[in-house]
């Protein structure tokens, strides 16, 4: 499977501030995705990010608030804009495995946002 | 409806004891189904996948999927402490991309 990293790890940001997590991947792929994980909950679909265009979001995510970039194969960014504390999560990106399974998803460690 | 459903637990077995996973899913279309593990504080980790009818096995873990009553399942043979976590069961609809996720299982095997 392929190898992902997520940059920060996790970080602690302010009401109305802005951060932007990157997603990187050892390996071109198709599809990469970002979700979201409520303590305590599943994961959420927000939306799916193909390189070249523009990213498809899922009902209840809008792209104001959270603008995607997949300007490669191996790498997209998510941004959580104007955050409020119930964007506390934690962020994942996945991406399928598309040329060496059929259409599995593996998952990057996630990035631990709390928002004061 | 929730398109996959997972009873949230926690399910208490003893070390060495077969452990059962249920999931069932709304999509009569779906075509394929996965089972990740999340250990607390990680990310998912794909553990099995299924897509035809019937049982799959890989090492201590079998896969089981009947389409007809639109039922997954997952059974943890020898159960170890280190099988504890919080098992989620995906399912992959008509949309080839998109996955839905249920609640998860959450496990405990006690020594």
């Known amino acids: 499977s392929a190898v992902i990293s997520q940059k920060p790890s996790r970080d602690i940001c302010q009401r109305g501030t802005s951060l932007t997590i990157q997603c990187q991947v050892d390996?071109?792929?198709?599809?990469m995705f970002w979700y979201r994980q409520q303590p305590g909950q599943s994961l959420t679909l927000i939306a799916t990010?193909?390189?070249?265009?523009?990213?498809?979001?899922e009902s209840g995510f809008v792209i104001d608030k959270f603008p995607i970039s997949r300007p490669n194969l191996t790498f997209s960014t998510l941004t959580v804009s104007n955050m409020s504390p119930e964007d506390s999560s934690i962020y994942l990106c996945?991406?399928?495995?598309?040329?060496?399974?059929?259409?599995?998803?593996?998952f990057g460690p996630g990035t631990r946002l709390t928002v004061l | 409806q929730k398109e996959v459903e997972q009873n949230s637990g926690p399910l208490s077995v003893p070390e060495g004891a077969i452990a059962s996973l249920n999931c069932t899913y709304s999509d009569r279309g779906s075509q394929s189904f996965f089972w990740y593990r999340q250990y607390s504080g990680k990310s998912p980790e794909l553990i099995m996948f299924?897509?035809?009818?019937g049982d799959k096995e890989d090492g201590r873990f079998t896969a089981q999927l009947n389409k007809a009553s639109q039922y997954v399942s997952l059974l943890i043979r020898d159960s170890q402490p280190s099988d504890s976590a919080t098992y989620l069961c995906?399912?992959?609809?008509?949309?080839?991309?998109?996955?839905?996720f249920g609640s998860g299982t959450k496990l405990n095997v006690k020594p």
């Open positions: 390996s071109q792929v198709t599809m």
């Open positions: 990010a193909n390189q070249g265009s523009e990213a498809t979001y």
């Open positions: 299924i897509y035809s009818n």
């Open positions: 996945s991406v399928d495995g598309a040329g060496v399974t059929y259409n599995e998803q593996f």
């Open positions: 995906a399912v992959n609809p008509y949309n080839f991309n998109k996955f839905y």
